[in-house]
């Protein structure tokens, strides 16, 4: 079964032989629709998320977690959207903290919002003020945001440096990208940043998102990424970051293999 | 040329079964049908902020994957892609239904934005296709009798319609004519409109949300109501 699942418009498609079916976020209930009925059940959505093979019970939950995650970070935007007056950017922060309990949503929000820098216009000190005195989780994201936007502009720099080719084509650029961001890979890469660790433990981890790996010449991608941040090794030691990442690629490549060796 | 066969057939009948005045009212009624996209409540509140850099800035950050994933196992995914009609393609149609209340097909979203008649008329068609519930006479409905301009959408729904308006019909039922909401989206009855070209909030003169369900977030509900106003439009809640 092949499944479509939008967290902003609250939908799942499941597509199994002929049968095309939808279940909507808080229903519970699969019904049967058309191939009509595709665009408008998904209107303008872009969060697309595909999966394949997954049962039911694993779609009910990846749409419940799209469509809090996708209202999470549309709170935090109108926490931070100096446009809006004040009573709707407290409900906002009101409403922020019980989502962020999860770690689930809280790791999508800042895979988010830790990809670029803030724009120009998102109103930090509002959000600090509207969410004063409540639970700290949004404080604390808040906090975060604000003290790593160095860190984020380096690291979305980094990204946008990446020649065209290396993805493949431009499209192919904005699948990586949106893999990165949803897999909280600049996120992981601004906090690794932040905390002085060394990249190769990034890189380790970024090899082995399974969704990520996916993505047409990711360990390319992932040099060319690193490299900026870590000048020193540009020449000669950029051989000495292709190796690593090389030495790394093989030994997840064994372990894959391992895993599916039967047990002796 | 085929859909005034079509429409004189149908009226033909109409006045055969002694409902001609009842189908008149219909037709009438139609010329001042609006079109209407139904969305979620969040799904809506984005389309309402779009232009705005601080949320679509981060919008552009995922909109890579809106493509369906490598491999010929997607491919009906990229069929329904290259039919320019979902939002796994650019540049696509919108799609929105003919109502006649400014309640949309509630199976695809509680929100409904009616979209304004002048934006729209000079780039929409309607479509009404088969329906699974009703046997289709080859005889009256050739394909070219499926499609109109928008002007001519009134013709096209009593081409369709008239076989269900008998004399029990009411102005009342109108509406239920139009659209039929299903159980089900494949249950669905409606005439669909297609709109080519960009669309933004100012397309639209107004917006309904309906609660019953699940319940709406109030920050996400009250900050669609501030953009709707900002651009004159009130938000109606049900």
Redesign the interface.
Same mark, same amino acid.
């Given at each position: 079964m092949q499944t479509v699942i939008s967290g902003r418009a609250g939908i799942a498609l499941l597509l199994e032989g002929n049968e095309l079916r939808c279940l909507r976020a808080g229903s519970g209930e699969i019904v049967r629709c058309r191939e009509r009925d595709v665009p408008h059940l998904l209107g303008d959505a872009t969060d697309l998320e595909f999966l394949d093979g997954a049962k039911i019970s694993e779609v009910t939950r990846r749409l419940e977690l799209a469509t809090a995650q996708a209202e999470a970070l549309h709170l935090a935007l109108i926490l931070l959207d100096p446009e809006l007056p004040p009573p709707v950017r407290r409900a906002a922060a009101d409403d922020l903290p019980d989502l962020l309990e999860s770690p689930e949503i809280r790791g999508f929000v800042e895979g988010v919002l830790f990809s670029r820098p803030l724009a120009g216009e998102a109103d930090l000190a509002g959000a600090f003020a509207f969410s004063a005195g409540g639970p700290g989780a949004v404080h604390d994201l808040l906090f975060r945001l604000r003290g790593l936007q160095g860190e984020i502009a380096e690291v979305c720099s980094a990204w946008d440096q990446i020649p065209t080719p290396v993805f493949g084509s431009e499209p192919d650029r904005a699948a990586a990208l949106a893999a990165a961001v949803r897999q909280g890979l600049f996120r992981d890469l601004v906090s690794t940043r932040a905390a002085y660790e060394p990249l190769d433990a990034f890189l380790a981890r970024a090899l082995s998102d399974e969704v990520f790996r996916a993505v047409p010449n990711a360990p390319q991608i992932l040099r060319e990424w690193v490299l900026p941040l870590r000048p020193e090794l540009e020449s000669p030691g950029g051989a000495a970051l292709e190796t690593g990442i090389e030495q790394i690629r093989q030994g997840l490549d064994l372990l894959a293999r391992a895993r599916r060796l039967p047990p002796r | 040329m085929a859909l005034d066969r079509c429409y004189r057939v149908a009226f033909r009948d109409a006045e055969s079964r002694g409902c001609a005045p009842l189908v008149l009212g219909f037709e009438a009624a139609v010329k001042g049908s609006v079109a209407v =996209?139904?969305? &979620?409540l =969040?799904?809506l509140?984005?389309?309402a902020?779009s232009g705005?850099? *601080?949320?679509t800035?981060?919008?552009q950050? *995922?909109?890579?994957?809106?493509?369906?994933?490598?491999g010929e &196992?997607?491919d !009906?995914?990229r069929r =329904?892609a290259n039919a320019e009609?979902?939002? =796994?393609s650019e540049p696509?149609i !919108?799609?929105a239904?003919l109502s006649l209340d400014g309640i949309g097909?509630r199976?695809?979203?509680n929100c409904f934005l009616v979209l304004r008649e002048t934006v729209i008329a000079s780039e929409a068609s309607v479509f009404e /296709?088969d329906s699974p519930g009703i046997p289709r006479d080859r005889r009256r409905e050739p394909a070219a009798c499926r499609r109109a301009t928008w002007r001519e959408r009134a013709r096209l729904c009593v081409a369709h319609r008239e076989p269900s308006i008998g004399a029990g019909t009411t102005p009342a039922d109108f509406p239920g004519l139009l659209l039929r909401q299903g159980? &089900?989206? /494949?249950e669905?009855r409606f005439v /669909?409109v297609s709109v080519w070209g960009p669309l933004t909030i100012r397309s639209c003169e107004r917006a309904v949300l309906e609660t019953s369900?699940?319940k709406p977030?109030?920050?996400?509900q /009250?900050?669609l109501r !501030?953009r709707l106003a900002a651009v004159g439009i009130d938000l109606e809640v049900r």
């Open positions: - | =996209l139904s969305r &979620s =969040l799904a509140d984005h389309f902020s705005r850099p *601080l949320y800035a981060y919008d950050r *995922l909109h890579g994957g809106a493509q369906a994933p490598p &196992s997607w !009906r995914w =329904l009609l979902s939002p =796994l696509r !919108r799609l239904v097909v199976n695809y979203g /296709e159980a &089900s989206p /494949e669905d /669909e369900g699940r977030r109030k920050a996400i /009250e900050a !501030r």
